[in-house]
C-alpha cells in the first residue's frame, strides 16, 4: 500500500461504472486477504476481509472474490462515486502476525 | 478511525536525535503493530505486541525500539534517527491475527510523517 507512491499502476473509471481492481498473491498457504482503502494523508481502511474456505463475499457496493488456483485476488466497486478516489491495495496472512502488503493500485474516478 | 491516535502528525528531525511515536488506542484491544510505508514498498512491519510488555520485531526492526506499559500506548522509538528513516510511519491494532478462527483485520491509525534531515 503506498500512498505516497509515484508510480503506482492507475485504475480509471466512469462514476457511476462498476471497477474491478485486482491482486496477484504470492503464497498458497496463505489463509486470509484483507483489501484495504487508503486516502491521501490518511490511514489504509479496513474495506473487506475473506478466508481462504470462501471463494466470494459481499459488503455494501463491495465485493471480494477469491481465486485459490491461480492466487488471485479482486476486489468489485458497484456504481463507483467520486468518494471512492483513492489507493487500494490487499494483503495477504502469510502466517501469524504476518500480514504481506501489495503496493496497491490507484483508482481514479471520472466525472 | 476506529479509535486510534497518533501523535505527533508530523515530525521533522536532525540526524542522530531520538525521536520518539506515540500511539493511543481506546478499543481494548490487546495487539498493536507499527509499520512504515515508503515509496515502492508495502506496508512493512518493523514491530508488533501482543500484550502489556509483551513485544516482538517485524521484518525492518534494525534501528527501532518498543515499549507497552499499558494496553492503550504503545510507543515506537528511533533512538539515533537516520535518513532511511524518513517514512510514514503507522500505528495499527487488532483484536487478533492467529491463524484459524481469529482472523480479524488490523485498523490503522492517520499516520506520522517523519523527516529526517
Known amino acids: 500500500g503506498e500512498s505516497v507512491g509515484l508510480h503506482l499502476p492507475t485504475l480509471s473509471v466512469q462514476e457511476g461504472d462498476n471497477s474491478i481492481i485486482n491482486c496477484a498473491y504470492s503464497?498458497?498457504?496463505?489463509?486470509?486477504f484483507i483489501w484495504y482503502k487508503q486516502e491521501s494523508g490518511k490511514g489504509p481502511q479496513f474495506i473487506i476481509d475473506i478466508r481462504s474456505n470462501m471463494d466470494k463475499r459481499q459488503g455494501q457496493r463491495v465485493t471480494v472474490l477469491l481465486n485459490k488456483t491461480v492466487k488471485h485476488l479482486s476486489l468489485q466497486i458497484a456504481a463507483t462515486q467520486p468518494g471512492d478516489s483513492a489507493v487500494y491495495f490487499c494483503a495477504e496472512k502469510e502466517g501469524a502476525q504476518k500480514l504481506v502488503f501489495g503496493q496497491g493500485t490507484r483508482l481514479t474516478i471520472n466525472p | 478511525d476506529a479509535g486510534i491516535t497518533q501523535s505527533p502528525r508530523h515530525k521533522v528531525t536532525e540526524t542522530g536525535t531520538p525521536v520518539t511515536l506515540r500511539c493511543h488506542q481506546t478499543e481494548n484491544h490487546r495487539y498493536m503493530y507499527w509499520y512504515r510505508q515508503d515509496p515502492g514498498h508495502g506496508l512493512r512491519l518493523i514491530h508488533y505486541?501482543?500484550?502489556?510488555?509483551?513485544?516482538d520485531k517485524g521484518e525492518v526492526s534494525d534501528g527501532y525500539s518498543v515499549s507497552r506499559s499499558k494496553t492503550e500506548d504503545f510507543l515506537l522509538t528511533l533512538e539515533s534517527a537516520t535518513s532511511s528513516q524518513t517514512s510514514v510511519y503507522f500505528c495499527?491494532?487488532?483484536?487478533?491475527?492467529?491463524?484459524?478462527?481469529?482472523?480479524?483485520?488490523?485498523?490503522f491509525g492517520n499516520g506520522t510523517r517523519l523527516t529526517v534531515t
Open positions: 495499527a491494532i487488532s483484536e487478533s491475527i492467529v491463524a484459524g478462527e481469529g482472523n480479524s483485520p488490523l485498523h
Open positions: 503464497n498458497s498457504a496463505s489463509d486470509y
Open positions: 505486541s501482543y500484550g502489556v510488555k509483551d513485544t
